[in-house]
Every structure is written in structure tokens, then in C-alpha cells.
């Protein structure tokens, strides 16, 4: 999730015009370096980062985010957060290319 600010602006703004959206976090699974997300140990997240704000966090791959980046002009952190939204399409059988 970075330095968390964008996710904590974001969840703000948008819970604010619809208390029901889910907003859900991205890090990089133990082992993975993906550039500008990482995972934060509790005691070392930012002060800006609110739990109450994020209503899930995922881990993505470093496998994962190289894999989305291929064929784009994306960088790895950027793919990174479109995973979670890919998986369930993956899951169905919908899979885009």
C-alpha cells in the first residue's frame, strides 16, 4: 500500500458519497518486491494509515504483478493493484486477455 496516503484519500472521499463501497488494500505477499507498494509490520505503518478505512488487504505475488505488467507500459505497482479485481474473473472463467 505504499505510504498509504492515496488509499486513505480515496477510501475518504469515495465512503463519503457511498458508506457501502469496499475499499481493499494491496501488498506484496512475504518474499515479493514489487516497486513502490510494500507490506507495513503494524508497528512501523505511517500515521496517516487508518484501519477503519480499508475493509480488506490482499497480497499479491511478485510472479503476479510481473505477469500483469507483461505486454504493458505499467509499472509492476500499478499492476499490482489491479490483481484483486482480475482473480475473481480468473476464478469464473471470464479471463480476459
Sequence with gaps: M???GTIMGVSRFLKEGN?????IGVQP???SQIPGIRAWPKEYLPKI???KRVDRVLEVTQAEAEDMTAGWRAKRASSAAFRPVVR???HCGSRRN
Excluded at 19 to 23: A, S
Aim: aromatic share 12%.
Design 2 to 4: 505504499g505510504t498509504t
Design 19 to 23: 458508506p457501502k463501497i469496499q475499499i
Design 29 to 31: 505477499s512475504p518474499g
Design 49 to 51: 494509515f487508518d484501519a
Design 88 to 90: 475473481p474473473w480468473r
